[in-house]
């Protein structure tokens, strides 16, 4: 997922169109196989996906890695919705698909008895090796579109006037740093299950240690404390490879720098 927009400038007079045209088509790419993705995911929501389904969605997950590096490409706080969108759709997506065909055993109304949440975990499980192709390129996606959001994220929040720090603006940093917090999580609980393939198990471990430095950053000390403790304790437990990236990703949160991200809280 290397950026795929350097072009040279053969006349400078065509400079701007030359660059701006592949962006675009990028996103336009990017955002249609987003949209189709979720469309597909909703459809039909309490049966299993077929053979043929799973391999559409695994192409269109493709077209979304291939093409996610636009999002990184868009660094101004205009830009902020489109990757916030892309983030949150990525992961409504994930969601839809584990919790595909299980509309049926929980009902918000009611109370929830053990016996079905074990099923409900056994049914999700299954969906996360049966859905494997698509579920494990998402997932690890979502981690870079985090990372793309943060530096972003962190500018806007620099320029916010002082007045427009809001009860609102700051309950959604709370939100958005404890779902940073939780993909973390998530991403541990990859790496250490070893019913998971190794190589995706790895591919987490890589992403992880690719993004843990701007995860790091957008979190509040205390909260950076507590995932660098389950990351010691995952560490502490592991076994090469994995253990030299849990290395690194613990090194990197234990950073007590603290920037407007960081510092601003309700």
């Known amino acids: 997922m290397k950026g795929k927009f350097s072009f040279l400038m053969v006349v400078f007079l065509l400079a701007a169109r030359v660059d701006a045209a592949p962006e675009e088509s990028s996103l336009e790419t990017f955002q249609s196989a987003l949209d189709e993705i979720i469309t597909f995911s909703q459809r039909d929501s309490g049966k299993k996906l077929d053979s043929v389904d799973i391999e559409r969605l695994s192409a269109l ?9 636009v999002l990184a490409q868009r ?9 916030m969108e892309a983030c949150r759709g990525a992961s409504e997506a994930s969601t839809l698909l584990l919790m595909r065909g299980l509309e049926d055993r929980i009902s ?3 109370n929830v008895s053990d016996e079905t949440l074990d099923s409900v975990q056994l049914m999700m499980k299954e969906n996360a090796l049966n859905y494997s192709v698509v579920l494990e390129p998402l997932m690890v996606f979502s981690l870079r579109c985090n990372s793309y959001t943060i530096p972003v994220l962190e500018e806007f929040v620099r320029l ?8 609102v603006r700051m309950e959604g940093l709370s939100m958005f740093r404890n779902g940073i917090f939780n993909m973390i999580v998530g991403s541990l609980n990859v790496i250490a299950d070893e019913e998971i393939s190794t190589e995706h198990r790895l591919e987490t471990a890589s992403t992880l240690d690719e993004v843990a430095a701007e995860f790091s950053s957008a ?7 507590r995932a660098e403790e389950l990351v010691r304790s995952a ?5 090469p490879p994995f253990r030299e990236y849990l290395v690194r990703i613990e090194e990197a949160l234990k950073d007590r720098g603290c920037n407007a991200l960081c510092a601003t809280s309700p």
Do not use: A, F
Request: no cysteine; aromatic share 0%.
């Open 160 to 167: 916010l006037p002082s007045h427009e720090v809001t009860k």
């Open 108 to 110: 918000s109304s009611e």
């Open 61 to 69: 997950v493709n077209v979304l890695v291939d093409q996610g590096m």
């Open 235 to 239: 560490r502490e437990g592991s076994v």
């Open 219 to 225: 979190m509040t000390i205390p909260l950076r404390q």
């Open 75 to 83: 660094s101004s706080t205009d830009d902020l919705p489109i990757i």
